[in-house]
């Protein structure tokens, strides 16, 4: 054996323990990525039931607002109803002063002086 084949046979054998040296990391590496791989698997596999009943909850959610813009559309229909009967009633209110507002005060002063003069004790201004 000469100089040059043992000096071969020794870069042989560094190249094996190098390459010995790093097939241990990549192989936990590849344990690693499987471990990952199945994590994965099962979280797809639980979060499809969460998944279908999110999509009733949010089903259920919109039934619920349906209902409530119905009941809002009420709400604001018995608002304008009571918008117009307290415009009627401020317009009856109105054309009843306007009416017999005046002659009733009038009545009603007229009843309060007689009654005033009615009673016993009282001076009568001259």
Do not use: W
Request: proline fraction near 3%; include cysteine; glycine fraction near 8%.
């Amino acid at each position: 054996m000469g100089a040059g084949e043992i000096a071969g046979l020794i870069a042989a054998i560094a190249f094996v323990v190098l390459v010995a040296l790093c097939a241990v990391p990549l192989l936990k590496l590849g344990r690693v990525l499987e471990e990952l791989r199945l994590s994965i698997r099962a979280m797809g596999h639980n979060s499809v039931p969460i998944l279908q009943e999110l999509r009733g909850t949010v089903q259920a959610t919109n039934e619920e607002i349906g209902k409530l813009a119905l009941v809002t559309e009420d709400v604001a229909k018995v608002s304008a109803n009571a918008v117009t009967v307290t415009d009627n009633a401020a317009k009856l209110t109105t054309a009843f002063r306007s009416t017999l507002g005046g002659p009733l005060v009038k009545i009603a002063a007229l009843t309060y002086g007689v009654r005033q003069a009615a009673k016993p004790g009282t001076k009568k201004v001259k």
